[in-house]
């Protein structure tokens, strides 16, 4: 007999339900042809994500990855910097 698939925990749920709102509001705009979403929103989500992700390393030392986290905070930057150079 296998032992029973461990359950997700809640930060784990959270993260995944971040990166699902994230898929969501940068497809519908392809599929719809509208607006796209604000550069804002998707780097702030993208920070939510990392704390989430950051708290989850407390947790679990497996997780600690600070490679992936410096390539998120790039990634962050550079839609911020993209959305205030953005005319009008």
Do not use: C, H
Request: charged share 15%; hydrophobic share 50%; no cysteine.
């Amino acid at each position: 007999m296998t032992k029973p698939r461990p359950t997700p925990d809640a930060l784990t749920i959270v993260s995944f339900a971040l990166l699902g709102v994230l898929a969501v509001l940068l497809v519908i705009p392809l599929v719809t042809g509208g607006p796209p979403p604000s550069p804002y929103l998707i780097a702030g989500l993208l920070l939510v994500r990392l704390g989430v992700q950051f708290l989850r390393s407390r947790r679990d030392e497996r997780l600690r990855r600070p490679a992936s986290w410096a390539f998120d905070l790039l990634l962050i930057g550079l839609i911020f910097y993209v959305a205030a150079n953005q005319p009008g």
